[in-house]
């Protein structure tokens, strides 16, 4: 079993910044990626930013040059640096790890969220 955790998230004014954990752990033999996605009220989840085991990144449009993810194998943590926020991003953020279980089984893990409100 994977399980993440997460943390960060929180109220903060616009264009101010957050920053955004996730760590992995149970039967994880090996990452592939991670990344963060966000469901804000009446709209779909919606990629975020995503980073590959070789360490390509993607962003949703709407925050490139303003987010920036980042990884941690030893940790088995992503991070999503987010500055300049504006109220638009409000939303519950929820990491997404992938890879292989040390059963051989690969796993596409969750986690339960985290509320990022900003205010203006």
């Known amino acids: 079993q994977v399980r993440l955790v997460e943390s960060g998230g929180g109220l903060v004014q616009a264009g101010g910044s957050l920053r955004l954990s996730c760590a992995a752990s149970g039967s994880i033999y090996s990452i592939n990626g991670m990344g963060w996605y966000r469901q804000a009220p009446g709209k779909q989840r919606e990629l975020v930013a995503d980073i590959t085991g070789g360490g390509r990144t993607d962003y949703a449009d709407s925050v490139e040059g303003r987010f920036t993810i980042s990884s941690d194998n030893a940790k088995k943590t992503v991070y999503l640096q987010m500055n300049s926020l504006k109220a638009e991003d409000t939303a519950v953020y929820h990491c997404?790890?992938?890879?292989?279980?040390?059963?051989?089984?690969?796993?596409?893990?969750w986690g339960q969220g985290t509320q990022v409100t900003v205010s203006s």
């Open positions: 997404n790890v992938r890879g292989w279980a040390t059963t051989g089984r690969d796993f596409d893990s």
